[in-house]
């Protein structure tokens, strides 16, 4: 347990008992403004549905998911019921709105607005918590010095990309984004100042399960959006109403695969571990990120293709349509590793056909390849379910979790 210093009652950070409750409205409020971006992310990828795209696209979604994710860590350690606390999450809100905003044209002439933004809500954000944690929690205050540091360094190469042309931007941008995600695996090591270790990351695990269980509810919901969206743009007809039950059929397998199994078993973990930071950051900060980018791609490929039934496909296409369920089915392997220790044999066989059919598929109607992602999802959600047994905590109590 991270060692914590006595000051005024009336500091900003959690007791032991409100750490173990639920997400709060304010959080809740918070995630409201991720529901626009991800809106605005698929529209992007679906307006110019090509290699270029998806990769222009691939830098908003790990932008938003590690501010997300960054903001969450925070908020598990300080209440948001505090009344600086809830501005600090309205503040973010507002930044975020208008990062949100930027999206269609960050790679033309809104790209300062996009990476400004950014920056203003990764760097306020741990300033924040710097000045909350001072003379309560001196590790921690610590460690978001050293958080601080790597995201100003980062915000270098933000500006620096916006102020760029588009094509450097893009190189750039990944640059600033790779040098954020190395830094926890680094610990944030600072010369001079040294790194953080995990005691500065004890949290609570079923807070944080519940906090990325509602972000991917989100993705689903989005998800559901644009599928009804499109179809309400289009004339009805058999084969529109059959795509629309096929994609509505991938988003329910996509929340039964994640939320039946494994998603409770993540915060039992990281509860019992010794070291309960070094796990919530490879299941939540790291492993979640596939699952999050497969849900966003198959909300994407739903769209484009009630718009689009009889296309024939591209490599682009085919990336959406099959890599979609794919990298949410490694996200979810991976998650379910590192909390079981074992590997669902139905996610691997699931990933290994999607990759064949990714393989053989390019030029088909994108018709039938999606419909042949559907089932190949289908089928892991019905091995996964035979093999565990129909109710998840009775398959954890008998060990069958760790016998898949």
Same mark, same amino acid.
């Given at each position: 347990?991270?060692?914590?210093?006595?000051?005024?009652?009336?500091?900003?950070?959690?007791?032991?008992?409100?750490?173990?409750?639920?997400? #709060?409205?304010?959080?809740?409020?918070?995630?409201?403004?991720?529901?626009?971006?991800?809106?605005?992310?698929?529209?992007?990828?679906?307006?110019?549905?090509?290699?270029?795209?998806?990769?222009?696209?691939?830098?908003?979604?790990?932008?938003?998911?590690?501010?997300? +994710?960054?903001?969450?860590?925070?908020?598990?350690?300080?209440?948001?019921?505090?009344?600086?606390?809830?501005?600090?999450?309205?503040?973010?809100?507002?930044?975020?709105?208008?990062?949100?905003?930027?999206?269609?044209?960050?790679?033309?002439?809104?790209?300062?607005?996009?990476?400004?933004?950014?920056?203003?809500?990764?760097?306020?954000?741990?300033?924040?918590?710097?000045?909350?944690?001072?003379?309560?929690?001196?590790?921690?205050?610590?460690?978001?010095?050293?958080?601080?540091?790597?995201?100003?360094?980062?915000?270098?190469?933000?500006?620096?990309?916006?102020?760029?042309?588009?094509?450097?931007?893009?190189?750039?941008?990944?640059?600033?984004?790779?040098?954020?995600?190395?830094?926890?695996?680094?610990?944030?090591?600072?010369?001079?100042?040294?790194?953080?270790?995990?005691?500065?990351?004890?949290?609570?695990?079923?807070?944080?399960?519940?906090?990325? #269980?509602?972000?991917?509810?989100?993705?689903?919901?989005?998800?559901?959006?644009?599928?009804?969206?499109?179809?309400?743009?289009?004339? +009805?007809?058999?084969?529109?109403?059959?795509?629309?039950?096929?994609?509505?059929?991938?988003?329910?397998?996509?929340?039964?695969?994640?939320?039946?199994?494994?998603?409770?078993?993540?915060?039992?973990?990281?509860?019992?571990?010794?070291?309960? #930071?070094?796990?919530?950051?490879?299941?939540?900060?790291?492993?979640?990120?596939?699952?999050?980018?497969? *849900? *966003?791609?198959?909300?994407?490929?739903?769209?484009?293709?009630?718009?689009?039934?009889?296309?024939?496909?591209?490599?682009?296409?085919?990336?959406?349509?099959?890599?979609?369920?794919?990298?949410?089915?490694?996200?979810?392997?991976?998650?379910?590793?590192?909390?079981?220790?074992?590997?669902?044999?139905?996610?691997?066989?699931? *990933?290994?056909?999607?990759?064949?059919?990714?393989?053989?598929?390019?030029?088909?109607?994108?018709?039938?390849?999606?419909?042949?992602?559907?089932? +190949?999802?289908?089928?892991?959600?019905?091995?996964?379910?035979?093999?565990?047994?129909?109710?998840?905590?009775?398959?954890?109590?008998?060990?069958?979790?760790?016998?898949?």
């Amino acid at each position: 347990m991270a060692h914590t210093d006595t000051k005024a009652d009336d500091h900003w950070v959690k007791d032991g008992d409100q750490r173990e409750r639920t997400v #709060g409205f304010p959080e809740l409020f918070f995630d409201l403004v991720f529901v626009f971006a991800l809106i605005q992310l698929s529209h992007f990828i679906v307006e110019d549905f090509t290699l270029a795209g998806l990769t222009e696209g691939g830098v908003f979604a790990l932008a938003l998911w590690w501010v997300w +994710i960054h903001t969450a860590w925070v908020t598990n350690r300080l209440d948001p019921e505090r009344m600086p606390v809830r501005a600090l999450l309205f503040g973010l809100m507002f930044l975020g709105l208008l990062m949100s905003s930027a999206i269609p044209k960050a790679f033309e002439e809104r790209g300062l607005m996009f990476a400004a933004t950014y920056v203003a809500m990764q760097l306020g954000r741990s300033l924040f918590a710097i000045y909350a944690f001072n003379g309560v929690m001196e590790n921690v205050r610590r460690n978001f010095v050293r958080v601080s540091l790597w995201f100003a360094l980062s915000a270098i190469l933000w500006i620096w990309g916006a102020l760029s042309d588009p094509h450097a931007r893009l190189i750039i941008w990944y640059g600033a984004l790779l040098l954020e995600f190395l830094a926890p695996e680094l610990r944030f090591v600072v010369p001079g100042y040294g790194r953080s270790t995990t005691e500065d990351w004890d949290i609570s695990g079923e807070h944080m399960a519940e906090r990325c #269980g509602l972000f991917v509810m989100i993705c689903l919901g989005e998800s559901i959006l644009a599928t009804g969206r499109s179809f309400s743009d289009q004339d +009805i007809s058999p084969l529109i109403v059959v795509i629309l039950a096929g994609s509505f059929l991938a988003t329910g397998l996509m929340w039964w695969i994640y939320f039946h199994f494994g998603h409770e078993k993540a915060s039992q973990e990281i509860e019992e571990s010794d070291e309960p #930071g070094e796990v919530a950051l490879h299941v939540f900060t790291y492993a979640h990120i596939p699952v999050v980018a497969g *849900i *966003i791609l198959c909300a994407v490929a739903a769209e484009h293709l009630i718009a689009h039934p009889v296309e024939t496909g591209g490599l682009a296409r085919a990336l959406v349509i099959c890599g979609g369920p794919m990298v949410f089915l490694a996200g979810n392997l991976w998650v379910k590793r590192v909390t079981t220790g074992y590997l669902p044999w139905s996610h691997i066989a699931g *990933i290994a056909a999607l990759l064949a059919l990714l393989l053989v598929t390019q030029g088909w109607v994108t018709l039938w390849t999606a419909a042949l992602a559907v089932c +190949i999802l289908l089928a892991v959600a019905i091995w996964e379910y035979r093999r565990l047994g129909r109710i998840p905590h009775e398959a954890d109590e008998v060990g069958e979790l760790r016998g898949e």
